[in-house]
């Protein structure tokens, strides 16, 4: 699990320590202040993408969107996913 996906922020979850370490490297997840800091960076970067989070939990799945396809042509898709897109724009 990449930690934009995770649901709820969690500074210990395995994935936000993998991210640091991969990013700035085990002596930055070592050192607590700057392990502090690049935790404030990737929250900030995870709050950004709330968007994306909410829209995947909303989005039809690929099946039923082939069926809209199908039943109401790609006008009606399109309908159906931009009311999603803009229930949950990005900011």
Known sequence: MNYLELKT?????????????????????????KRTKHM????????????????????PTIANQLDDLYH???????TTIKAIKDKHTKE
């Open 9 to 33: 922020w969690d500074n210990e979850h395995s994935s936000v320590w993998k991210e640091i370490v991969s990013r700035f490297g085990q002596s930055d997840y070592d050192d607590e202040t």
């Open 40 to 59: 404030a960076t990737l929250k900030a970067e995870w709050e950004a993408k709330a968007y994306a989070r909410s829209r995947a939990t909303e989005y």
């Open 72 to 78: 109401n042509g790609i006008d009606g898709w399109k």
